[in-house]
């Protein structure tokens, strides 16, 4: 069956990083658009989208609050997804979502804390 199981989060102090892996099975990964969602707290509204990598992972998109802070990349080989969060700010605090865009399957959540 689908399954697209998470490691990673944990706490950071402000301008610290964080590594997000995603390991996906049960469709073939390399044909599917992968993203990374956060949820933040107190936040009622949809999960938003952090970043999103196309299936080759030629061309990897962004939140304007994460650019040039953020990379996701992915190894097909492995059938992995990575979101590398650098410079890690309070308001990044939240719980992180890996998704396959391809079939809609989400991770289980991870829990990012930034805070002194």
């Known amino acids: 069956q689908v399954q697209v199981v998470q490691s990673g989060g944990g706490w950071a102090q402000p301008g610290g990083s964080l590594r997000l892996s995603c390991v996906a099975s049960?469709?073939?990964?390399?044909?599917?658009?992968m993203a990374w969602y956060r949820q933040l707290p107190g936040d009622k509204r949809e999960r938003e989208l952090v970043a999103s990598i196309t299936s080759s992972g030629a061309r990897a998109d962004y939140a304007e609050s994460v650019k040039g802070r953020f990379t996701i990349s992915r190894d097909n080989a492995k059938n992995m997804v990575f979101l590398d969060m650098n410079n890690l700010k309070p308001e990044d605090t939240g719980v992180y979502y890996c998704?396959?865009?391809?079939?809609?399957?989400w991770g289980q959540g991870a829990r990012v804390t930034v805070s002194s």
């Open positions: 998704k396959s865009e391809l079939n809609n399957s």
């Open positions: 049960g469709f073939t990964f390399s044909i599917a658009v």
